[in-house]
């Protein structure tokens, strides 16, 4: 089981603004190991952040994305106590969905 | 959460699922800036790659697309901060694609209505380059470019 996300939702104005940074490798399929063999690639391919059952962001990445990814962004609307939830998927199929509370 | 995990492995991974929907045809290249991960957009060597595989023709400049606490220099290749902010109406999608990277095209995002168009993120960078915002907006494209130099590169460590 992947690491949790760390997700941070907070409401400024009228908008909620979203910063996350998700625990992951990032493999790019460059890089080589002690041995010389290469690391094969592993890395996120898509994000997609809900909130009330509507999608507020969708990603979609390579594995140029750096380590341990963040992300931040920000939609209009939203409620303090409210859960805005964003699930990953990656190349090997794995996937991950944590929420935070809207404050 | 964990059925649908099995569900997934089962299926034999998200790739293979895409790879057969692409090679069925289901994922038409208009599509690429949209939900599904494009393979054929992802693994595009140049930046007219890229327009190509997404199936859009040379993109307007732009001096609406402003870069936000991007860095002019990067001392660590592996996390560069990048944001982007589109001032164009109707922005439906922002593409960040770094040039000189071994695939072009790094990350996508669909902003749909009511959201912010403004993304940030942190990336890697091979060498020193031009890195490119690419927006959709309005069923049109645009683009606006900066270059960032890298001192310490992110790749093949």
């Known amino acids: 089981m992947p690491d949790p996300m760390k997700i941070r939702a907070t409401l400024v104005g009228d908008s ?39 999608t507020v962001l969708s990603a979609q990445w390579g594995p140029a994305v750096a380590k341990n990814p963040f992300l931040a962004f920000k939609f209009k609307g939203g409620a303090k106590g409210e859960k805005v939830q964003i699930t990953w998927v990656d190349n ?4 991950r969905t944590d929420e935070a509370v809207i404050g | 959460m964990d059925t649908t995990r099995r ?21 038409k290249p208009d599509h690429a800036l949209a939900q599904a991960w494009s393979k054929s957009a ?9 327009e190509k595989a997404l199936g859009i023709g040379a993109p307007a400049q732009s ?3 402003t870069f936000v606490s991007t860095p002019d220099i990067a001392e660590n290749g592996a996390v560069v901060p990048i944001g982007i902010a589109s001032a164009i109406p109707k922005t439906e999608a922002i593409a960040i694609l770094i040039e000189k990277n071994p695939s072009t095209l790094t990350a996508n ?3 749909p209505a009511g959201t912010d168009p403004a993304i940030s993120t942190r990336v890697k960078m091979a060498q020193t380059s031009n890195v490119y915002a690419l927006v959709k907006a309005d ?8 270059e960032i130099k890298v001192t310490l590169g992110g790749c093949g460590g």
């Not at chain 1, 979203?18 to 290469?38: F, L, N």
């Not at chain 1, 090997?92 to 996937?95: C, F, N, S, V």
Request: aromatic share 12%; glycine share 12%; proline share 1%.
């Open chain 2, 139 to 146: 069923g049109k494209y645009y683009v606006a470019s900066k």
């Open chain 1, 16 to 54: 909620t603004e979203v910063k996350t940074i998700i625990s992951h490798e990032m493999e790019t399929g460059q890089r080589k190991d002690g041995q010389g063999k290469i690391v094969p690639a592993w890395f996120i391919q898509t994000v997609t952040a809900t909130y009330a059952g509507k």
């Open chain 2, 63 to 65: 001096k609406d697309i």
């Open chain 2, 42 to 50: 992802f693994e595009a060597k140049t930046v007219d790659e890229v």
């Open chain 2, 109 to 111: 995002f669909d902003i």
């Open chain 2, 7 to 27: 569900e997934w492995l089962k299926s034999g991974g998200g790739v293979t699922l895409f790879t057969l929907l692409a090679a069925a045809g289901w994922l």
């Open chain 1, 92 to 95: 090997r199929g794995e996937k």
